[in-house]
């Protein structure tokens, strides 16, 4: 049975809300408690009580704030993954700060994170007791912590304006974070080839999931803007809130970039929209690898790419912090390769390079 299914048929979920604002915290409760499968056992206004409430209560999953006196929401993290392991969601504001730990939460064990948000928008209620309820049925023993960043030292890589032999379109949701601290480090500086990262993430947060990345690469990762270049040694990372798509300028790919309509209930960024906008343009040269996440965002891309003779590689189940969005492209038949985390980033290398050699065969014809 996956998450999902244990999600939605499984025991009640038991929570503990570490939160020291009153008020943010009697709403992120009134949002847990308005399903009817969760209770909310502990309400905690600070770290060190959040450490005794997760000891005593043996919860079912953690929301913590990350601005909290006493012990912050990354101190609180660590001690609870190094000795009572619970699924934990973060919450978090949309400073640079709040962005910045968060991501690095996902690193230390974290399994998601929400941002705050109000005006207009209101507080995500939704999206909590969802993230809460996929959390609730991981085994957290088999996250992924992310590796030591790589020595780059004076050997500092400059994407190169040659010609593209190929380009990669990763898709992530829940658990992406930390797949691609696992997966971009590895990839030589000299590949040949221009990668496109489409993490579902909230706006602000791509950027900083930018910079974490490129400190610990051989190749450039940044946030993609309008007009960008699809160019080898160059990883663009999709900005939270806009779809990617591919447009041509005087024979250059490049990327456009459009917000949500907001009408539709569609991922944004949608990894769907990027691959099929990339699929008829690069054709059998485009590699698309779909990640851990939930739902099926990424199947309908994948058909796009195996229609136009590209191919499609998936991350196993048993490294997936969640399974649906592989176990779709899977289940669909669209999966050339199938290989666990570690292995991944081996995989994109041997096939992109047998993609640049037979692309320069086919130039010296």
Known sequence: ???QRKAERGRAIRVVVGEDSPLIRAMIVKALESDP???VVGKCEDGRAA???VAELKPDCVTLDLDMPHMNGLETLRYIMSEWPTPVVIVSGYTVEGANLALACLECGAVDFIAKTFGGKGFPADELVTKVKWASAIDVRRIRFA???IEIGAKRR???ASSLRSVVVIGASTGGPQALMEIIPRLPADLPVGIVIVQHM???FTRYLAERLDGRSQIEVREAAEGDAILPGRALVTPGGMHLFLEDRDGRPCVMLLGKNTLQRTACPSIDFTMTSFAPIFRERLVGVVLTGMGRDGAAGSAAIRRYGGKVLCQDRETSLIFGMPGSVIGDGLADEVR????LAD???RNTREIASRECVHERE
């Not at 666990?340 to 292995?343: A, E, F, K, Q, T």
């Open 347 to 349: 995989c994109i290398v």
């Open 37 to 39: 499968r969760i209770t």
């Open 202 to 204: 909230p706006p602000n």
């Open 158 to 160: 400059q994407p190169r």
């Open 147 to 149: 590796p030591a960043a």
């Open 1 to 3: 049975m996956d998450g």
């Open 51 to 53: 450490l005794k409430s």
């Open 340 to 343: 666990p985390l570690d292995g």
